[in-house]
């Protein structure tokens, strides 16, 4: 029989478009090797263009779901997405913390890339108080760092990151998609500043599920034993090469092709 793969579990919403979400997470995390599991947090009537709704589940099927997975099968990392509730964020955090060791990747998804909200401010509260000490990585964007780090449009984002980091995160990956040039600057903070800076081509287009894409591939590259710093450097690349074989099969954003080096 062959070896089995690190496993990794996925807290998120369902998309149906594949693009983004728990399809999006699954997707990844396979095609990087390692086996995924989901916990399912949210349902979402979307589509490639936005967002037409979001319906969270009850606190309690985020328990049942985890704990039943969890107590079958051991997890080499997790990876959280919407979480559609304060509540939820708070029944994520108690799952994780039966599992210190464990490495955490948190993609705090607080809007769509049109801008429909996905957390409210009481939701971000929860996000920063009882998830962000828990964490072993939190991937925002440049305007989720910011709103995460309760900060103004023109702090800096290394002054957002040790905001983040002065809360219990233990490294923040801060992308520059929204942030101006012809290149995309991320920067890896630890607890004592910058880590690593990777500069990437900016590709034309808007895309549906980049940060998705990125956090999953994030935690399986922790799965699988590397480094925080290599699996930054790892996934990025991934994720990049994702968006460049991407494909339009709707109106509305790109989606990355998460298969691009299958035969």
Known sequence: MSSTPP????????????????????MTIASLGCHPLSVLTALTAQDTAGVE???????DWILRQARVLLADIPVAAFKIGVLGSARNAEAVAAV??????????????????RGDTFADS????????????????VT???????????AGPDT?????????AALGCAHVL?????????????????AHG????????????????????LASAFAAMLAKGLSVADAAHAAQEYTWKALQAGYRLGRGQWLPNRSFAAP
């Open 53 to 59: 709704g979001v319906r969270a589940l009850d606190p």
């Open 140 to 150: 925002p964007n440049s305007l989720e760092a910011r709103r995460l780090a309760l």
């Open 122 to 137: 009481e939701t971000v509260q929860a996000l920063r108080s009882a998830l962000l000490p828990r964490v072993t990585v």
């Open 7 to 26: 496993v990794v579990l996925a807290f998120a919403a369902s998309d149906p478009t594949g693009g983004a979400g728990v399809q999006a997470d699954l």
């Open 194 to 213: 910058m880590l690593r800076e990777d500069h990437w081509p900016r590709l034309p287009g808007e895309y549906h599920g980049s940060g998705c894409t």
């Open 156 to 164: 800096q984002l290394a002054d957002c990151a040790e905001r983040l």
């Open 96 to 113: 994780l913390a039966d599992y210190p060791g464990t490495p955490v990747v948190l993609d705090p998804v607080l809007a769509s890339g």
């Open 174 to 190: 801060i992308t520059g998609t929204h942030e101006p040039g012809t290149r995309v600057t991320n920067v890896l903070y630890g």
